[in-house]
C-alpha cells in the first residue's frame, strides 16, 4: 500500500491518496472513528469515482497532531520536583498508620 508497483516503474510512487479501510489500517484505527474524522474534517477527502479517498497529506498532518499532543501531555505528567523531600518524609519515631475515614473505606494517613 505504501508504494504502488515499484517493480514496473522502477522507483517507489507512493499514492496521493488512500480508502477509508486504508487509512484506518495506517492510523489503527476503526472505520468508524475514520468517518468521524472525515466528518469533523480532520481528516481531507474527496471522490474518485464511486470511492472516497482520504489525502496522504491530511493522514500525515494528523499523526504529527497526535504525536504533539502525547508530547505535552507527557510533559504535564511529570511531576514536580520539591525542594525540600525530606519534609514529605516520614522522619523516625514517628508512627505512621491508615485509619478509616468514614464508613465508605476511604482510607487516610494518619501522622
Known sequence: MATIRPEVTGRAIEPLGVSPRQTGQ?????????????GSGELESYWEGRSRKITMRSIRARHERQLAA????????????????????????????????DGAGRAAIAW
Not at 472505520?31 to 468521524?36: D, P
Not at 502525547?70 to 525530606?86: E, G, K, M, S
Open 26 to 38: 495506517l492510523l489503527n484505527i476503526g472505520q468508524t472513528r475514520v468517518w468521524h474524522l472525515i
Open 70 to 101: 502525547a508530547v505535552t501531555a507527557q510533559a504535564d505528567l511529570q511531576p514536580p520536583v520539591a525542594d525540600d523531600r525530606a519534609s514529605h518524609r516520614a522522619r523516625r519515631g514517628d508512627e505512621c498508620r491508615f485509619r478509616n475515614v
